[in-house]
């Protein structure tokens, strides 16, 4: 089986015509159909099915799909790892992260990694945390800088720092003049709040168990300043790490004095995978830096 073969069978499985597909690997529509059929000659069992004018994986091409992709991914990393030998400057790291630390950490990481390795080059994915571990375990990153240290055996993790984490109310809220507030003072009102899968929602509700009540959820997100926006807008309140950039927000960030409000940044990575040593020069980068992080809580 050719790895052309297995790239335009994962990309039909994903969703493209047999013509779009053709264009991806640069060969014609008739010779990927004819790889295709091949295909389904040698496993003995058909793998597509035609609904309306497209085509779907029967049972036995979604099994085949899952190991396709490990063998596709399992040969990039072999790729990656021969162009770090070759070129020990040089190098490829694919990172994911939170879409709140690309405003600040990430950046900064980067940039003095890449003062001393100017050759090497990022694939950079932003997610929440579910998405950071599917493409840890997935192979489509090597590293994933989180919100949370993931607790799965598959993965190994080590903390960066802890982010404070405030009370966010609307310009007009009876609390915004205020430099310090109690959790508890807000727990009749609206919360703003990630979608589950997120560990800022775990950290919110947590958080608002330990002072006595569960917060009445108005709003559900999936990035950290939509849900500003619509504080800003006076359709709750929020915990949320502060903004980033010097920026003055809309909504006024106040800090709790009745609970240690904050979240854990962590970076991981699989276990009993060994990463390319660009990877692994960026993951020591990563742990010497953290080090030096001044996250302060005042």
């Known amino acids: 089986m050719e ?10 499985a994903d969703g493209s015509t047999v013509t779009e597909t053709a264009e991806q690997v640069h060969r014609t529509q008739p010779a990927v159909s004819r790889a295709l059929a091949r295909l389904e ?7 597509f099915q035609r609904v309306g004018r497209g085509l779907v994986l ?29 070129a020990p400057d040089g190098g490829f790291v694919p990172v994911a992260f939170l ?4 405003t600040w950490l990430v950046p900064e990481l980067i940039r003095e990694f890449r003062a001393r390795r100017p050759q090497v080059r990022f694939d950079l994915r932003q997610h929440g945390d579910e998405g950071l571990i599917d493409d840890l375990l997935g192979g489509a990153v090597d590293l994933a800088i989180t919100g949370d240290r993931p607790e799965l055996a598959q993965l190994e993790s080590r903390r960066l720092f802890l ?16 430099r310090t507030a109690r959790l508890r003072d807000v727990r009749d009102e609206q919360f ?19 002072v006595g009540f569960a917060p009445r959820i108005g709003f559900e997100g999936e990035e950290v300043e939509t849900l500003r926006g619509l504080v800003s807008a006076g359709l709750g309140v929020a915990l949320l ?10 909504a006024p960030s106040i800090r709790l004095k009745d609970v240690r409000a904050s979240r854990e940044i962590g970076l991981a990575w699989v276990r009993d995978r060994s990463l390319p040593p660009a990877s692994a020069h960026f993951r020591e980068h990563v742990l010497r830096t953290s080090r030096k992080i001044n996250v302060s809580d005042a």
């Open 241 to 250: 790490p502060e903004p980033r950039g010097g920026a003055s927000p809309a």
């Open 58 to 86: 029967t049972p036995a091409g979604r099994e085949l799909a899952v190991h396709a992709r490990e063998t596709v991914e399992s040969y990039e990393r072999g790729v990656r790892s021969v162009q770090d030998i070759t």
């Open 163 to 178: 982010e404070p984490l405030r009370l966010v109310v609307p310009p007009d809220h009876r609390l915004a003049h205020r």
């Open 41 to 47: 000659r040698e496993v003995g069992t058909p793998l």
């Open 3 to 12: 790895l052309d073969t297995i790239r335009a069978f994962l990309a039909v």
């Open 192 to 210: 703003i709040v990630l979608k589950p899968g997120f560990s800022l929602r775990r950290v919110t509700e947590d958080l608002c168990a330990e």
């Open 99 to 102: 879409h709140t630390l690309g």
